[in-house]
């Protein structure tokens, strides 16, 4: 949701199309992070440096998209998400092209997928690791040439930075160079997936939808197909067809704020603040009540805490300016005084140490202590009784609320992974968490770590 600094050096360009053995693969990392102003211009020369080789695109021979099926995919954004999404296409025999800005966000992306790609083959053919990955990796290519990235695409999936400038930018230019019957589709989490088709054609219009993946891509089924008022039953049914094909549960939503997961999720969080704002419970029971009672692999609060303060305030007040113009209810979204003094007072959750719960340590340790220091973020807060085992029991043993008068004992984020896999849930902390569809670093850094 909020955009994020993303990972990229200097400006390299590389014109060919270069194909990818598992064996051939430099296994650094892009590190840098990058201002806004110099990730446009790389984004420009991007751009730029495509428009001179890309004259034959549109007559390209490649079956149609949406009649013959989708078979050659093409996903801009090599980042956390692209690379996800180009992982499963590739393991789904789609032909892949992956183009990003810079050949090390290429290769950043190249190394999700292969570390990604070990752990999935130990399970699909624990026999000959390597050949599954190879024949893989085999699928996908890479550029750096936006327009010849799209040559031959049957469907296009952008999975670029969260931005309406950048993103219009990319697919007003894509509009020129792709085939006429290429789909196009944003895996945004924010944006009006309309508003960024607009950047196209009518006739491409007709071909543009959203195509809402979750974090990690290759262990979340499910995707949200946005269609916008312009969207086409064809597109629409190519769409359904593909991310079928890709093992994938599609569910179609129209272009409102938070699609379907995030419109139902951001309010059910904001009104657990509310709740707790007012007195009525503590986060610890709220959390509690949330799994044991509803099933959810984790309560409200400790959501919250993943996701950040800052990035559910962020999209509340976004939100807030939708409900101006009457695309969403104002209660909804109304302003809490307890969040923007968490937020202001760097109570952020997981990336800044603290949030409603307190942590130390990190993933992995095995004695992660979630410390008591005596402050309150609200008077309603001191209210809390002392039930060590009820907390354990919400919590998996060691978290406790700031400033909630609780002494819980110390353990390991991954104890209540653990908990929630042999209670069915078969996912982590941090999956769990990805699960909301936010862009949760914080998640993904624990499930890839
Ligand atoms: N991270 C999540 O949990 C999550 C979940 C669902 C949807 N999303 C959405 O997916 C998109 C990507 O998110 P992410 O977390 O993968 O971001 P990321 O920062 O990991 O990756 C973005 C990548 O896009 C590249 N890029 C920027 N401009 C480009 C351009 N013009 N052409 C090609 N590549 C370009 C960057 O170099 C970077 O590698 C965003 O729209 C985000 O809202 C994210």
């Known amino acids: 949701m909020i955009p994020r600094p993303a990972s990229l050096l200097s400006p390299l360009r ?8 598992a064996s051939a693969l430099p296994a650094h990392h892009a590190g840098a992070s990058f201002t806004a102003a110099n990730r446009l211009s790389t984004i420009q020369r991007h751009m730029s440096a495509s428009a001179s080789a890309s004259a034959s695109a549109s007559g390209s021979s490649s079956t149609t998209g949406a009649a013959g099926g989708v078979k050659r995919l093409t996903v801009f954004g090599a980042g956390l998400m692209g690379a996800g999404i180009a992982q499963v296409g590739a393991q789904n025999g789609l032909k892949i092209v992956l183009s990003d800005v810079t050949d090390q966000a290429l290769q950043n992306g190249l ?8 752990r999935v083959a130990k399970k699909a053919q624990p026999d000959d690791i390597e050949g599954f990955t190879k024949t893989v990796m085999s699928n996908i290519e890479t550029t750096t040439d936006a327009a010849k990235a799209v040559e031959e695409a049957d ?12 993103k219009r930018d990319l697919f007003g230019f894509l509009d ?3 085939k006429d019957s290429c789909i196009f589709a944003t895996n945004t989490s924010s944006l009006s997936v309309t508003e960024i088709a607009e950047a196209c054609g009518n006739e491409r219009q007709a071909r543009f939808a959203g195509l809402h993946f979750f974090n990690p891509v290759p262990a979340m089924k499910l995707v949200e197909i946005i269609r916008t008022p312009q969207t086409s039953d064809e597109t629409y049914n190519a769409l359904r067809e ?5 093992g994938k549960a599609p569910v179609t939503c129209k272009d409102t704020p938070g699609f379907i997961v995030n419109r139902l999720l951001v309010p059910y969080m904001l009104e657990a603040i509310r709740m707790v704002e007012r007195g009525d419970a503590t986060p610890e029971d709220v959390d509690q009540a949330m799994e044991l009672g509803a099933g959810y692999p984790m309560g409200p609060f400790k959501l919250l805490d993943f996701v950040g303060l800052d990035t559910t305030s962020y999209i509340a007040s976004g939100w807030r300016e939708k409900a101006e113009q009457g ?3 104002k209660e909804l979204v109304e302003p809490i005084p307890m969040m923007e003094e968490m937020v202001k007072s760097g109570r952020l959750g997981r990336k800044s140490g603290k949030g409603f719960y307190e942590v130390s340590g990190v993933h992995g340790a095995t004695e992660t202590a979630w410390q008591r220091d005596g402050e309150t973020t609200s008077g309603h807060l001191t209210k809390g009784r002392s039930d060590e085992n009820a907390a354990d029991r919400a919590t998996g043993k060691g978290t406790r609320v700031l400033g909630y008068g609780r002494t819980v ?7 209540a992974s653990e908990s929630e896999a042999r209670s069915g849930w078969k996912r982590g902390l941090g999956e769990g968490a990805s699960t909301v569809g936010l862009d949760c670093r914080e998640g993904r850094r624990i499930m890839h770590a």
């Open 111 to 118: 190394n999700i997928i292969t570390k990604s790609l070990s």
């Open 327 to 329: 695309v969403i209810s």
């Open 155 to 166: 469907l296009v999936v952008e999975a670029i930075i969260e931005s309406l400038k950048v």
């Open 409 to 415: 004992r110390a353990t390991t984020v991954s104890t």
């Open 176 to 178: 020129t160079k792709a």
């Open 14 to 21: 590389c014109r060919s199309m270069t194909s990818h053995s």
């Open 242 to 246: 593909v991310t079928l094909k890709m």
